[in-house]
């Protein structure tokens, strides 16, 4: 290696060096590589030869690995070479503290701060630990003292500080660092490791209940059209509040709507009292909420809930939602709506879209999509929401118990119920699973099994319900649910969800049986109450080449009335060149016996191409699109987006369309994503009508420090406090530090191990981190954690400084200041990067420690604007000997 004289040894391997060593000999690679060249002598050299002409013996391993030769380092003329001998033995470290990566039998286990301390006078630093830490680290230090060898009882580690050879306590562990790569990785016996079976796992005694603090979530949304002289507004504020208190949560949830001739109306979502329940890994919940709907009908209820979170346990999957997929022939706006209730609300451009971030009050229920165009024009489609299949682990069990009062929109007399639900993992391939609904005058049961089979994963169930209604008229029927799911790997096809119901004439739901109630009760006929006969849903993607293929859909049939509703959509999407481009397709179709197929039906064919137009982050994509819609004909759409800053801050849109029926027509739209809110505006306009509509999103957080505005919250948050850091990057990137110090990091996974980090770029130079390291936490869902880094001023000041002979200060100079503290070192030049000083005093430089090696400066730093320092400051003062 160029710069560098090493003995036999030295290259076998790259050394473990420390950091400053590498840039040491980086910078002077070139120098020591000419030394070489022109006959300069190793520092590793052969014995000369014996009194008796004999050659010597091999040469003896070099007392030191690798050899510095400091006289090429530029130190200036007349001065001694820098003593760098702390650098020069191969894996050397000094003892002290570092911040390492964790690596344990080849898995990753997070940061972690590693002592060093010598175990020999001048030999190289040796880790120690704590007993805690490598439990942390996933070492089961119990079995390891039960396996010690030769050793009559158990011999346990002590808790306090170890820094002896680790294999004492855990026999058969080697531990290896690389301080050049940072990082600690430990090999121990299989038997004395126990990792979680899921990497970021934490257990129930590290949960945070977080801080009392109150939270608002808000996504606001005007919109305003004028069509054939006819003006329509509409204004949607949706709300998503809560207060903590230890470890209870209140939430509430609303939406306030607003319409032309329609007076504002606030409606009420929920609100509900929740904690967890570690020992149960159950969550319990007091108040308006709803039911999950996973093996019953989803309920809304007053009352009291207790049921199982799988988020508290080791690798378990997330709720299902749906993706709704649409499309919009102009910049229209999109509401979606479950049981009756307004769930979201948004606009879109023209073109295909897509809602991921959909946050739905249950786990299941059908969502009613409704696009509104900017003429004014409507349409709308079913989202089918159903479960997967139930199976569970071997001996894994979760249950559900609700009691309360039902809450059914438009009925007068909501019953008190009782509902539990029970599953559980009889081995790997079976799961039992049941559950009963009881209430005055009505009552049903529920019995299934779930398989994992070969060909894939089934579940059936048969629920039996029987309902007395008034003038003792009596009802039962039954209901058969099947489902099936299956990824075929070596065709790329996912049968998501396959799923047939079928119920006969006499079976009630709880809300049916409360809906043929109050129709008796008017003296209408019972089959004048529409009930479901036959369900079908299907969910099915294929990987075809490069490109996927998909297809969903629903069809149901009812008892009470001949029609028959089907909702199909399929496309397939590739990229070829550069160019993406999708084809899709859109049915839906409502029947009624004797009419024609064509009554209530509805299709759209829609063709997509997407390219860039050059290359860059900031480069517009032109995006078009061509639709055939059964009713409103044939539409061609060209779209120019872009961002307009590097950052990605600021978005736009630019679409112009000439549709058959409508005529041509041109909009724009503009997105601006603050540090603490989201903000767009969109315009259109075409024949005989005009859009307008813009939007805001964002939350307020109020805490033991204040209150802070943050971007849209999610369930789980955190709190960072870092003094004085205005501007730096917290967590990834997407929160910044206000002018308070205190930023808020959204949507941690509750039960988990969250790790936050600070980007301390654009944060004033004046201020320090007093670590730079990651933090991890792993928070109580719904919890608000406080989490805090530790901040110093640090006044940044560059200093040109020469010698009295005009010469540039050594280079690696130690500079101190008056306390004996050290400041900073000597750069290129003489020039001298200090933090931390007083506005006047006396710096001392040294690089030896002779007289001579020594000088001091006085220095006065210019006065300070109230302001934060935005760059350094510069000063020249010279280095004057010593007094």
């Known amino acids: 290696m160029g710069g560098l004289s090493g003995s036999d040894k030295a290259g076998t391997g790259a050394p473990a060096v420390r950091p400053l060593a590498v840039l040491v000999a980086g910078l002077f690679s070139g120098a020591c590589a000419a030394a070489h060249a022109d006959g300069v002598t190793p520092a590793a050299v052969p014995e000369p030869a014996t009194a008796g002409g004999e050659q010597p013996a091999a040469p003896r391993a070099a007392s030191r690995d690798v050899v510095f030769d400091a006289s090429y380092l530029f130190t200036g003329a007349g001065q001694k070479d820098i003593d760098l001998s702390r650098f020069e033995r191969e894996g050397q470290i000094q003892a002290g503290s570092y911040r390492l990566e964790i690596n344990v039998n080849g898995r990753w286990q997070g940061m972690e701060d590693i002592v060093f301390a010598e175990r020999e006078p001048g030999a190289s630093a040796q880790p120690c630990f704590k007993r805690e830490q490598l439990e942390r680290m996933g070492v089961d230090m119990d079995k390891a003292a039960r396996g010690q060898s030769g050793s009559g009882e158990p011999n346990p580690m002590p808790d306090s500080l170890f820094c002896g050879e680790l294999a004492q306590y855990v026999p058969g562990a080697k531990v290896s660092v690389d301080m050049a790569e940072q990082k600690l990785t430990l090999q121990v016996p299989t038997l004395f490791v126990h990792f979680a079976t899921s990497s970021s796992f934490v257990g129930p005694e590290k949960w945070e209940s977080g801080v009392s603090a109150a939270m608002l979530d808000y996504n606001a949304n005007l919109y305003s059209s004028e069509s054939r002289g006819t003006r329509n507004s509409s204004a949607y504020v949706g709300l998503n509040g809560g207060v903590n208190l230890g470890r209870w949560r209140l939430r509430h949830n609303g939406s306030l709507s607003w319409s032309s001739g329609r007076s504002g109306r606030y409606q009420s979502g929920s609100v509900y009292l ?99 165009e900017a003429d004014g024009a409507e349409s709308s489609f079913v989202v089918p929401y159903a479960s997967t299949p139930q199976l569970l682990r071997r001996d894994m069990q979760r249950y559900s118990l609700i009691a309360g009062q039902l809450k059914q929109p438009g009925v007068a007399d909501d019953p008190f119920f009782v509902q539990a639900i029970y599953k559980r993992g009889l081995d790997g391939l079976w799961t039992a699973y049941t559950g009963a609904i009881a209430s005055s005058d009505y009552a049903s049961a529920l019995l299934g099994m779930a398989a994992n089979t070969r060909v894939g994963a089934f579940a059936v169930d048969l629920t039996r319900a029987q309902s007395r209604q008034p003038e003792g008229r009596r009802f039962h029927g039954n209901s058969l649910r099947l489902s099936f799911s299956k990824r075929l790997d070596a065709t790329g096809t996912n049968f998501s969800l396959l799923a047939y119901r079928y119920t006969t004439s006499g079976f009630l739901s709880l809300t049916d049986a409360i809906a043929v109630k109050e129709q008796l009760r008017q003296q209408q006929p019972f089959d004048s109450v529409v009930r479901q006969r036959h369900r079908f849903d ?89 639709t055939r819609d059964s009713n409103s004909g044939l ?32 909009g724009a ?56 850091a205005e501007g730096a990057l917290v967590g990834s990137g997407q929160a910044r530090v206000d002018g308070r110090g205190y930023a808020v990091v959204p949507s941690l996974t509750p039960y988990h191990l969250n790790t936050i980090d600070i980007d301390p770029k654009g944060m004033p130079l004046d201020v320090e981190l007093k670590q730079t390291g990651s933090k991890g936490l792993a928070p109580r869902a719904g919890a608000v954690v406080m989490l805090s880094y530790d901040t110093e001023m640090a006044r940044a000041t560059l200093i040109n400084s020469r010698l009295p002979d005009n010469k540039p200060l050594p280079f690696a100079a130690t500079v101190r200041n008056r306390a004996g503290d050290s400041v900073g070192v000597v750069g290129q030049g003489g020039r001298i990067l200090a933090k931390g000083l007083e506005p006047s005093g006396e710096l001392s430089v040294s690089w030896g420690e002779a007289p001579e090696q020594q000088c001091r400066i006085d220095y006065q730093l210019p006065k300070r604007d109230d302001g934060r320092q935005q760059r350094y400051e510069v000063l020249d003062a010279p280095c004057q000997p010593r007094r």
């Open 274 to 372: 929740q904690t967890d329940v570690p020992a149960w890994r159950s969550q319990l919940v007091l108040g308006e909420t709803s039911s999950s709907g996973e093996l019953f009908d989803s309920l809304s209820f007053r009352g009291v809930q207790l049921s199982s979170d799988a988020r508290m346990l080791p690798d378990n999957e997330r709720n299902y939602a749906p993706v709704i997929n649409g499309t919009a022939r102009s910049n229209a706006k999109v509401s979606v709506s479950q049981r009756g209730y307004l769930i979201y609300e948004t606009s879109v451009a023209p073109g295909a879209f897509a809602i991921r971030d959909l946050q739905v009050n249950s786990d299941g229920g059908d969502l009613l999509v409704k696009v509104v």
């Open 538 to 626: 299907a969910n099915i993607s294929q990987q075809w080449g490069r490109g996927s293929l998909y297809a969903n859909g629903s069809m149901q049939q009812f008892w009470g009335d001949s029609s028959k509703e089907i909702n199909f959509s399929a496309g397939y999407g590739n990229s070829w060149r550069g160019v993406s481009y999708s084809l899709s397709v859109q049915r839906t179709r409502s029947l009624t016996q004797g009419l024609s197929a064509a009554n209530g039906s509805r299709t759209t064919y829609l063709l997509n191409l997407s390219l860039p137009l050059g290359e860059g982050r900031r480069t517009p994509t032109l995006n078009s699109f061509v």
């Open 669 to 724: 739209q503009l997105g601006y994503r603050l540090p603490y809110a989201q903000l767009n505006a969109s315009v259109s306009a075409g024949q005989g009508y005009r859009q307008y509509s813009a939007g805001a999103a964002g939350a307020l957080v109020a805490h033991p420090g204040g209150l802070t505005l943050s971007r849209s919250l999610g369930e789980t948050i955190a709190v960072v406090r870092v003094p004085d």
């Open 635 to 666: 539409q061609a759409t060209a779209t120019v987006s872009g961002v307009m800053d590097e950052q990605g801050k600021v978005n736009y849109s630019v679409s112009a369309s000439d549709a058959e029926q409508g005529g041509a027509s041109g």
